[in-house]
């Protein structure tokens, strides 16, 4: 078993639709989780950032992590075609560790 | 800043030729990673270095594959001799300091063809 599972899609919504994306990992020692986006052709960028369990709010996107369940999710709120891309979490023990990354999973937002 | 930076762009190579790729890291940053994306196997890490020194290379393939840092500014991964199976995009990605901040900053990257 992989340490971070993800599906990688592809997904189609329609513009204005809920998009939800996840991942599940097995490392219980994993404390920082992210996502990252990435369009074709280019670097992935951090999109949102979450450390320890909760859930975070930026704009259209939503980061919730559920440590007892080793689960994570994005929400992706009035998605548009602009959010098509690939969508990668990512997760790591402690501060100088690096990221262990999920396959990532490809979103297409039809207009 | 202009991000990290990665030569070449693209690069198409024939069986058994040694190919060296480039990457100038954020001026500042200190943890510089190589990264190796398939459709297969997803974004894989090959190497880190922490202040130009390797801290784990338990991702590099094979000896085929070598990665060094000779300063701040610069580092190189290097296959000899490549293979079809090693066609890929290879991403650096560079990071600041422990404390000062936890998201990596990725390249361009560099699509590799092997023939």
């Known amino acids: 078993q992989k340490e971070v599972e993800q599906d990688p899609g592809p997904l189609s919504v329609p513009e204005g639709a809920i998009v939800s994306l996840n991942c599940t990992y097995s490392?219980?020692?994993?404390?920082?989780f992210m996502w990252y986006r990435q369009y074709s052709r280019k670097g992935p960028e951090l999109l949102m950032y979450?450390?320890?369990?909760g859930n975070k709010e930026d704009g259209r996107f939503t980061a919730q992590v559920d440590k007892s369940s080793k689960y994570i999710s994005l929400f992706i709120r009035d998605s548009q075609p602009s959010d098509s891309a690939t969508y990668l979490c990512?997760?790591?023990?402690?501060?100088?560790?690096?990221?262990?990354f999920g396959k990532g999973t490809r979103l297409s937002v039809i207009a | 800043d202009a991000g990290v930076i990665q030569s070449p762009r693209h690069e198409v190579t024939e069986m058994g030729q040694e190919v060296t790729l480039r990457c100038k890291p954020i001026?500042?940053?200190?943890?510089l990673f190589w990264y190796r994306q398939t459709m297969m196997r997803g974004l894989e890490l090959l190497i880190y270095?922490?202040?130009?020194?390797?801290?784990?290379d338990s991702g590099m393939p094979e000896d085929r594959f070598s990665a060094k840092m000779p300063n701040a500014s610069f580092s190189t991964l290097k296959i000899q001799p490549s293979e079809p199976r090693d066609s890929a995009v290879y991403f650096c990605?560079?990071?600041?300091?422990?404390?000062?901040?936890?998201?990596?900053?990725f390249g361009p990257g560099t699509r590799l063809t092997v023939l």
């Open positions: 001026s500042g940053h200190d943890y």
């Open positions: 490392n219980s020692a994993f404390q920082y």
């Open positions: 979450t450390y320890s369990s």
């Open positions: 270095f922490n202040n130009n020194v390797p801290i784990d």
């Open positions: 990512a997760m790591k023990h402690s501060g100088n560790t690096p990221l262990v």
């Open positions: 990605a560079s990071r600041l300091p422990s404390g000062g901040g936890n998201e990596q900053f």
